[in-house]
């Protein structure tokens, strides 16, 4: 997803005391509904006196609210006809492989080549701009990857499949994982990261670990090491925005390529051919290469695969040969 965010700022006066806050929010923001709202609360992004806060928090005089919308609204987009991966399809869902470097949402400054674009043409879907921002369905996508994840996303095909879809991620019944490269060598095989993220107060544009964010939960295996890195499946239960870049470079394991949260440990490689790999590879090493959820309709368990893709094999060939 893009990384550009909008904040307000509000405080609140004697004529707004005792509303909930995603009811008041829903009458302060243009364009984004009440179910919208909520979910933003519900994702860390949304605090009440700089403390993380719940949908159905009741406002009190002078209460200092802070939103950070890191999805602004666009007044239209259009279907497009790009190419898709489809891993899965039936009448009720679809199953894609979403290449690195395509955003999924359209957002401030992005209308086009968005993932939701290609949904859109793809399923013939014919939703209004306004039917686009009002609806919870969100042109079918049920979740999110950043725009240089590549790797699996569940699309619905209608509004009671999403919302059913949506409910097993609240409930933490989807099994994610990914497949990361890390710099350093890990002195364990297993580990677990319990960590509370938020937005980070002093770069807006990023998350950070923070005792008053929300709760994130990551599971690591370590899958092959190699001289200076060590690749690791992680599995999340919970969907925090940035959640495994975040947590691995808490725990001093930062992504390789992940310019971001690494703090420039990609040019402190000493080998100049592996340092010069990892400025060509220009992105995160970071793939969500399993998914598994009920299938809403038929009640039956679906797996899903997505292999990485081929600029990471060929990086992981290069740094063997070095």
């Known amino acids: 997803m893009s990384d550009e965010i909008s904040s307000f700022n509000f405080q609140i006066e004697a004529e707004d005391i005792g509303k909930r806050l995603d009811a008041f929010l829903a009458e302060k923001i243009a364009d984004w509904s009440r179910s919208r709202l909520k979910r933003l609360i519900d994702d860390g992004d949304v605090s009440v006196n700089d403390k993380t806060a719940k949908s159905s928090q009741k406002l009190r005089q002078n209460d200092a609210v802070e939103v950070e919308l890191t999805e602004a609204p666009v007044e239209t987009f259009e279907p497009e006809n790009i190419p898709l991966e489809m891993i899965y ?37 014919e939703q209004s701009s306004i039917e686009y921002q009002q609806s919870n369905y969100r042109v079918g996508i049920v979740h999110r990857l950043d725009k240089n994840t590549s790797g699996l996303i569940v699309v619905a095909k209608n509004e009671s499949v999403h919302e059913a879809i949506a ?93 971001t949260y690494n703090e420039g440990r990609d040019k402190t ?24 959820f009920t299938h809403p309709q038929t009640k039956e368990k679906m797996d899903f695969y997505a292999p990485l893709p081929i600029e990471l094999t060929n990086f992981l060939q290069a740094i063997k040969e070095f």
């Open 269 to 292: 490689v000493a080998n100049l051919k592996i340092r010069q790999e990892i400025a060509e590879l220009n992105r995160p090493f970071l793939h969500a290469e399993r998914l598994s």
């Open 167 to 259: 409910e097993q991620f609240r409930n933490r019944k989807v099994y994610k994982n990914y497949v990361t490269l890390v710099h350093s060598l890990t002195r364990e095989n297993t580990g677990k990261i319990n960590a509370p993220i938020a937005r980070d107060k002093r770069n807006p544009v990023k998350m950070a670990v923070q005792k008053d964010g929300r709760n994130a939960l990551s599971l690591w295996k370590v899958r092959q090491r190699f001289e200076k890195f060590t690749l690791l499946d992680v599995e999340i239960k919970t969907g925090r925005t940035h959640q495994i870049r975040v947590h691995l470079a808490y725990i001093n394991y930062p992504v390789v390529g992940d310019e």
């Open 89 to 125: 399809e039936d009448e009720s869902l679809a199953v894609v492989n979403k290449k690195a470097g395509m955003i999924v949402h359209p957002g401030a400054g992005v209308k086009s080549g968005t993932l939701a674009n290609a949904i859109a043409y793809h399923f013939n879907f």
